[in-house]
């Protein structure tokens, strides 16, 4: 009998389950209108429509295929994934998705020196933690009515600055930026330390900025929600695997 050949295994490391009609569905293919282009991002561009530019959905395909490659890799290592998007509409999506798969995130304006100076910022959640801590278990009853009120308003401050962050022990090993120009420092800060940048990149920003560029629609939630979606799929089943 002539030797069986092993069947191709159905690996989801090839395609991720990446369906180019449902991306197209969530209106990942729109992106600025064409006054707005930034040259480089011109190798991604399908066509115009209405004076706004068409990415290419395949190409899109296979950038979001190379991104989820490498966070599913970086998860498999047990390092750590930074999410971030402070745009208004997405803030809500990014803070979900991170805390269903346990990552930490900015969903807030990126304070300088996150990734930088991450000496000092450890302080100050340090300090955020001990306050929560003495809360929680009364010690700051001693205090007077007032200054209770004081603390509970120093501790909402600190949770909207530093909520997300709170579990970073260290500098994140990768950060995925939602939308390129908005969080243009915390682009800058990664490569000031060699951090690997995954970025959703639309037809204003320069895709060769980040290590990993996902040419979509930044300012449609359809479209963020897609991509984070597979985020998420591969982060949880990275987990799993562990």
């Not at 490391?13 to 990942?28: H, L, Y």
């Not at 390092?79 to 999506?93: E, N, R, S």
């Not at 100050?124 to 603390?151: A, D, H, P, Q, V």
């Not at 990768?174 to 800060?189: Q, T």
């Amino acid at each position: 009998m002539p030797e069986e050949k092993p069947k191709p295994k159905k690996s989801e490391k090839s395609d991720f389950k990446i369906n180019t009609e449902k991306m197209t569905q969530a209106g990942i293919q729109f992106g600025h209108r064409t006054s707005r282009l930034h040259p480089k991002m011109n190798p991604y561009i399908l066509g115009v429509r209405n004076t706004v530019h068409l990415i290419d959905i395949a190409k899109t395909s296979t950038k979001l295929k190379e991104a989820l490659k490498f966070i599913q890799d970086l998860i498999a290592e047990n390092k750590v994934l930074l999410l971030v998007g402070t745009k208004i509409q997405v803030k809500d999506l990014v803070k979900e998705v991170s805390k269903e798969c346990d990552l930490p995130y900015v969903t807030e304006r990126w304070l300088g020196g996150t990734i930088t100076n991450f000496a000092s910022i450890s302080k100050r959640i340090e300090y955020f933690k001990e306050l929560e801590r003495k809360k929680k278990s009364g010690e700051l009853e001693k205090y007077t009515k007032k200054e209770r009120s004081e603390f509970d308003k120093e501790i909402k401050k600190l949770e909207i600055k530093f909520g997300g962050i709170k579990g970073l022990t260290k500098v994140p090993d990768a950060i995925f930026v939602c939308d390129m120009k908005k969080d243009d420092l915390a682009i800058k800060e990664a490569k000031v330390k060699g951090i690997k940048v995954i970025g959703i990149a639309d037809t204003n920003v320069d895709p060769t900025l980040v290590d990993y560029p996902i040419p979509a629609n930044d300012d449609a939630v359809s479209s963020v929600k897609y991509i984070l979606e597979k985020v998420k799929e591969v982060v949880l089943k990275a987990k799993t695997k562990k």
